[in-house]
């Protein structure tokens, strides 16, 4: 039996070719839209399992736990401000300072503060001193930590455990580990690195390039953030050598009146046949207290943040007519004299040292005064100025003075140097 065109179509043998196009093509979009619906939640899923992954790595490596320092030793009036607080409190026995602390010595005291970080580094606060504890932190789950400090003003060493950052008025310091460092604001907002071993970067608070600062040498960054690199010792007297004789210097005469005579002063050669020194020399009329020799005026030099202040001189003591320091424990043939400011605001404090090579009356010679001297024979003085009791630490110096006191006395000295370092 044959079947016919309109029952096999009822049947679904055969289909229009047009019908059954259409009906392909709703089949194929159908299984487009599928794979998109799956690729787009395939996706979608990936990216979340990325940003949960991302945001934990983030959080794990970025998870920061704040630390706090350490008071270990304080002199002095102290004083301290907690983090979004101007008012000042006095340290007292406080010893834990958190982060956003401000720690201020003023120099109405002899004051100073020993502080320990968190990664084992020491800074002492000198008078002076501001530093704010801006970040002090170490990871919650990986080993990093972070230590940056801003030190707006006065001189602050830093012995490093690990890195140190610290943010002057003028500059960036990155401090290696391991170091010994100063930082210094002084005049001006002028800062001064100076580098006793490690390596300091110093990077200008203005922009540009920064700069290393290798072991033993010092920076010097002026208010623009100009940077100099000069080696640590920092000479601070002029023309100390007498190459250009008396230049720089003041000529010094006492009694400089018609009680007796003054002393003179020539260029003769020393130590040895090279060289310039200055002879003082005097002999007396009436038998009165003389001075005579020269002064250079320093100027209120900062030297707050020197760890030493060497004081270099050769010197020779060829005659005296008066034992030891004479009458007034004053009177030597050869005398070094510095006026300078104290640790303490406006304390003037004047230091002083003879020379003498004899004393037959045995006059008492007070502690720290004078020191005895080869007659006739040059010889090499020399001094820390800081290795002094605290509250006797030059701050600012006014003046150095070389001369012969007494009666009749006959010296000569040459080669004078006062170096920082």
């Known amino acids: 039996m044959t079947t016919t065109g309109p029952a096999a179509g009822a049947a679904g043998v055969v289909k229009d070719p047009t019908e059954r196009a259409v009906a392909v093509a709703a089949a194929v979009r159908a299984e487009r839209r599928a794979w998109l619906i799956i690729w787009v939640a395939f996706a979608t899923l990936c990216a979340l399992v990325f940003a949960a992954f991302k945001f934990a790595i983030d959080y794990v490596s970025t998870a920061q736990v704040d630390q706090v320092a350490t008071v270990v030793a304080s002199r002095g009036q102290v004083a301290f401000s907690l983090p979004g607080s101007e008012e000042k409190t006095l ?35 000198l008078p002076g001193a501001t530093l704010e504890l801006s970040r002090m932190e170490v990871g919650r789950f990986i080993n990093q930590h972070a230590v940056q400090l801003t030190q707006d003003s006065g001189p602050i060493r830093y012995a490093t455990g690990d890195a140190v950052d610290a943010a002057l008025p003028n500059a960036t310091v990155h401090l290696a580990p391991h170091g010994d460092y100063t930082l210094w604001i002084h005049d001006d907002d002028q800062a001064r690195v100076l580098v006793y071993s490690g390596e300091a970067h110093v990077t200008p608070a203005s922009g540009g390039l920064g700069v290393t600062v290798a072991e033993n040498h010092r920076a010097e960054v002026d208010a623009n953030g100009q940077i100099q690199i000069s080696d640590l010792p920092m000479p601070l007297i002029n023309n100390g050598d007498f190459s250009q004789q008396d230049q720089g210097w003041q000529a010094l005469d006492v009694p400089n009146s018609s009680l007796d005579v003054n002393g003179i002063r020539s260029w003769v050669p020393g130590p040895g046949d090279t060289g310039t020194a200055l002879r003082v020399a005097r002999q007396t009329l009436k038998g009165e207290h003389g001075e005579t020799g020269l002064v250079q005026q320093l100027n209120n030099v900062d030297v707050s943040g020197w760890r030493h202040l060497w004081l270099r001189a050769w010197a020779r003591v060829d005659y005296s007519d008066l034992s030891g320091g004479g009458t007034l424990n004053s009177e030597y043939p050869m005398i070094f004299r510095i006026k300078y400011e104290g640790p303490v605001e406006g304390s003037f404090l004047p230091w002083a040292i003879g020379l003498y090579y004899s004393n037959p009356d045995n006059r008492p010679i007070p502690e720290n005064t004078a020191v005895m001297w080869p007659q006739q024979e040059w010889k090499l003085y020399q001094v820390d100025l800081m290795d ?3 509250s006797r630490v030059p701050y600012r110096l006014q003046e150095f003075a070389v001369m012969g006191q007494g009666h009749s006395y006959d010296a000569r000295v040459a080669n004078i140097s006062l170096v920082g370092e």
């Open 91 to 125: 340290l007292g026995d406080r010893t834990d300072l958190g982060v956003g602390t401000v720690v201020f010595l003023d120099r109405k005291t002899d004051t100073s503060a020993d502080v320990q970080l968190f990664d084992a580094s020491k800074l002492k606060l």
């Open 388 to 390: 002094t009791d605290s």
